[in-house]
């Protein structure tokens, strides 16, 4: 059963100011027929290493309130570096044989991941930080700056400039071996709200985080009774309810050949979650070859499917986020089936410049620029 179609890329021109792993483009600013009190608020910062992205249609401001999510869920649950976070506490105490308690919400979270780790086949691992470690790879974002032209919302890039930039030093096999040796999803035991690590062990939520953001503001969002909002955390975009002109929003995907070009614009209307993982995101180049941030877990090396970008949208942010990254590793065949299985819809460009995608991505994308 074959439900795919093929397209050849072609580059086109820019659309739109903006670029990060996907985009969104919002719409005007006039608010004509959103009845009463209902106003457009807009909002560019910086959390999670990345850049936020806020345009919300509502009786109040809340973009504060949102930026206040993310940031808590950085600093109180996912980050691995600080000491408090819910992560920290379950990595801190590998090997002790004890299980760690989190809350209700990680709990789920970390179930529906360890259950994409188990149907991707270990593609999506995310247990894979000590081979993240290895790498480096944090550090080759690190340079990651928004400047003064970019927040006053020109632009929003620089992921590939501060790849281009990092030293990097590529680990040798045997080291690669050797922190393969403390990965593996299979030895995570979920069980009555607690996670139990063996020794060496550790959870990085690096591919999800901003996945994870998006359903946390979604909740927000509903809670407030917000009209209609697109929202973009790094790579994952949130859209939600509806734009007071009644058309569609629109969510471009990036060229991974020219970053500044999309190859396309998806049309969304109401709640979805879209998430990119793209080879142009994070990289190194080392005596000329080039090394991405998406890993494969069963060879420790930077994953080599063929694939420079897969998109997917589904409801979840948590799983678009995992998905994207899971299809990445598995290439066009393995990963359009993990999709399906979730109900998830995808889109992959591969080195060659082929599009391939779901039936239902096709429905709502459109090529768009110029040959
Ligand atoms: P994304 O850009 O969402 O695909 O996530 C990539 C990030 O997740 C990397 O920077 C690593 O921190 C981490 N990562 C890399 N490879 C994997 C993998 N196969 N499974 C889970 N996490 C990964
Ligand atoms: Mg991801």
């Not at 503001?217 to 790579?235: P, Q, T």
Request: aromatic fraction near 8%; glycine fraction near 12%.
């Amino acid at each position: 059963m074959k439900r795919r179609t093929e397209k050849k890329l072609q580059i086109r021109k820019v659309y739109g100011k903006y670029a990060a792993g996907a985009v969104f483009l919002a719409g005007l600013l006039c608010l004509t027929g959103c009845g009463g009190r209902v106003q457009r608020y807009d909002s560019l910062d910086t959390a999670m290493g990345t850049v936020i992205r806020q345009s919300i249609y509502s009786g109040e401001d809340i973009t504060a309130q949102v930026q206040e999510i993310i940031r808590s869920l950085e600093e109180s649950e996912l980050s691995w570096r600080l000491a408090d976070t819910e992560i920290a506490k379950i990595n801190a105490a590998s090997g002790s044989g004890e299980a760690v308690l989190v809350s209700e919400k990680l709990y789920k979270d970390l179930t529906i991941l360890l259950e994409v780790s188990q149907k991707s086949g270990g593609a999506f691992d995310f247990t894979v930080g000590p081979v993240v470690q290895l790498w480096n790879i944090d550090e080759w974002a690190a340079g990651e700056q928004v400047s003064g032209k970019q927040a006053a919302g020109e632009q929003v890039s620089g992921k590939q400039a501060a790849g281009e930039q990092a030293e990097a030093v590529i680990p040798d096999k045997e080291e690669i071996a050797r922190a393969l040796q403390y990965t593996g999803y299979e030895k995570v035991l979920l069980e009555d709200g607690g996670v139990t690590l063996l020794e060496g062990m550790s959870l990085d939520l690096g591919a999800v985080g901003k996945g994870l953001a998006c359903d946390r503001i979604a909740a927000l969002l509903e809670e407030k009774e917000v009209y209609g909002a697109v929202i973009s955390v790094g790579g994952s975009i949130l859209t939600y309810g509806k734009k007071p002109d009644g058309t569609p929003w629109q969510v471009g995907i990036i060229n991974p050949e020219n970053t500044s070009s999309m190859i396309g614009i998806l049309s969304l209307e109401g709640q979805w979650c879209v998430s990119t993982s793209g080879d142009y995101e994070r990289y190194v180049i080392v005596d000329g070859v080039k090394y991405h941030h998406i890993l494969n877990p069963a060879t420790g090396y930077p994953a080599d499917s063929g694939i420079r970008s897969v998109t997917v949208f589904c409801k979840s942010g948590v799983l678009s986020d995992a998905l994207s990254t899971a299809c990445f590793v598995l290439g066009v065949e393995e990963g359009m089936e993990l999709a399906k299985s979730y109900g998830a819809e995808v889109l992959f460009v591969d080195e060659e410049g082929m599009i391939t995608m779901t039936d239902g991505m096709k429905d709502i994308f459109k090529e768009t620029g110029e040959n």
